[in-house]
């Protein structure tokens, strides 16, 4: 037993680099998330006014929409309108309405407006 005697097993653990030079890779990372991190942001800004802008576009549009809309409506009565306008019956009601104008058959009916006569006449 004394000469198979165990001896204890020398574990070396390895040697670790100068924190000197961890550091300068701390400190430049830092300056690169910074870096990262402003360009991001800036397309995000970017992106979002995009975004809000383009929602604003949509909503207008929308309204131009209903301008037209209402505006081939319109468009509709007024050309039915232009049509009824073309007759003759149209054209006869109105000189009829507005310049009293008669058709040699029309018979003119004049009122006769009568005052009542009370006892002492």
């Known amino acids: 037993m004394s000469s198979t005697h165990a001896l204890p097993k020398i574990v070396s653990f390895p040697v670790r680099q100068p924190?000197?030079?961890?550091?300068?890779?701390?400190?430049?990372l830092p300056w690169v998330l910074c870096c990262l991190c402003a360009i991001v942001a800036y397309?995000?800004?970017?992106?979002?006014?995009?975004?809000?802008?383009?929602?604003?576009?949509?909503?207008?549009?929308?309204?131009?929409?209903?301008?037209?809309?209402?505006?081939?409506?319109?468009?509709?009565?007024?050309?039915?309108?232009l049509a009824l306008l073309?007759?003759?019956?149209?054209?006869e009601r109105a000189a009829r309405e507005r310049l009293g104008l008669l058709l040699p058959q029309d018979k003119i009916l004049w009122?006769?407006?009568?005052?009542?006569?009370?006892?002492s006449d």
């Open 19 to 28: 924190i000197k030079a961890k550091r300068r890779q701390r400190r430049r």
């Open 43 to 81: 397309f995000m800004v970017v992106y979002v006014g995009q975004e809000l802008e383009l929602i604003g576009l949509r909503r207008a549009e929308a309204g131009l929409r209903d301008q037209v809309t209402a505006l081939e409506q319109e468009a509709l009565r007024l050309q039915r309108e």
């Open 86 to 91: 073309n007759t003759d019956a149209y054209i």
């Open 111 to 119: 009122p006769v407006f009568v005052t009542p006569r009370g006892p």
